[in-house]
């Protein structure tokens, strides 16, 4: 006699119970990614209810030591790990020998003011297009031994790389490693920052010994994930510590072996909700700290209309309009990269990095 087929009620609830215990499996033994998996739910009830479960699941994994063995496999791929430089160390501040003024009115420091709701300078206020060479490289690259540039970052650093590749690719006395990173972001969990974004960095200077870090950053900061638990609403005091914290430690890690920081303004974007010149505020602050060891490029300087403005379009020489930024106002097409990959061009023939062409 032929066995009578399960109702569909009943694999429905069969498979309900699969994926139960595969959800209770996942959060006792990987209680980090179940972390991350609540963090980057949409703020408001949905990263309540997630966290209402990934917090006892974890606290238990934890108890009861259920994460042991992904743990020990971790160690034994970082044991396994290439030997890397330590990180790079900030120069002092320098103190100035002006005796301080007293008034109630002075003006707060520029890192006073990322901890305020003032609004913060824009970058078009702190660069300059033709700001002077800051520090004499050790070497000129040429054809034999080529400036080694590490080129990282986010999407943006993605389109941005190909013109690198495209314009300074001609060159025999360069050679451009991407590292650009699809969904990337400092405040974005999906990456462990001090066990996978960190160790990455150290595995890139290690194996590419860059003379020059190249980076642009900046389109996954605004989406107001949490970490640890703390959400990093954009523009909040607590979003700004944490983007300072990382992009000091970042500029560490890319400067263990001695590479200097080239560190493009996140370009303006069309939607208003990018906090673009708040975001800049921070990598001027930065790198500003970093002295001699690190240079802001301000990519509006290109990418921007005379004003420094966002614009969607730009003329080329016959009057012509060419597209320049993509559909959602974030990315920019290929003339913006190559534009940019002229304006790094630019800067290293003036820093001394390389001879201009002949």
């Known amino acids: 006699m032929r066995e009578q087929d399960p109702s569909p009620r009943r694999r429905a609830a069969r498979l309900l119970g699969i994926l139960t215990l595969v959800l209770v499996g996942a959060s006792l033994l990987a209680p980090d990614t179940v972390d991350t998996w609540a963090d980057t739910r949409d703020a408001g009830w949905e990263r309540a209810t997630t966290r209402a479960w990934a917090d006892p699941m974890g606290e238990l994994s934890r108890r009861l030591s259920l994460d042991a063995p992904l743990r020990y496999v971790e160690d034994l791929l970082d044991r396994a790990a290439p030997a890397v430089a330590d990180p790079a160390v900030r120069p002092a501040p320098v103190t100035s020998s002006t005796p301080e003024a007293t008034s109630n009115s002075q003006a707060p420091s520029s890192s006073e003011a990322l901890l305020t709701n003032e609004a913060p300078p824009t970058s078009q206020d702190r660069l300059a297009s033709d700001a002077p060479p800051i520090t004499r490289p050790p070497r000129v690259g040429d054809a034999e ?185 974030v990315h920019f097409h290929e003339v913006g990269a190559d534009l940019l990959a002229r304006q790094l061009e630019d800067r290293l023939v003036g820093d001394g990095w390389v001879a201009p062409r002949s």
């Open 145 to 329: 031994q080529p400036l080694r540039i590490l080129a990282v970052g986010d999407s943006l650093m993605l389109d941005l790389q190909y013109g690198l590749e495209r314009v300074l690719g001609q060159r025999s006395d360069v050679r451009v490693v991407g590292k650009g990173a699809l969904g990337f972001g400092f405040t974005v969990p999906h990456w462990d920052w001090d066990d996978d974004v960190l160790v990455d960095y150290d595995r890139l200077v290690a194996d590419v010994s860059p003379d020059v870090v190249v980076v642009m950053i900046g389109a996954n900061e605004f989406e107001g994930h949490a970490i640890e638990g703390l959400d990093l609403v954009p523009g909040s005091r607590q979003w700004r510590e944490i983007l300072a914290l990382r992009a000091d430690e970042a500029i560490a890690h890319w400067r263990a072996g001695g590479a200097h920081v080239y560190w493009w303004t996140t370009p303006r974007m069309r939607d208003a909700r990018y906090l673009t010149d708040d975001l800049n505020a921070i990598w001027i602050e930065t790198t500003d700290a970093w002295g001699a060891g690190a240079t802001m490029l301000e990519s509006m300087a290109v990418l921007g209309d005379n004003d420094g403005s966002y614009r969607e379009v730009l003329r080329d020489e016959t009057g012509a309009e060419v597209p320049l930024r993509k559909e959602h106002g």
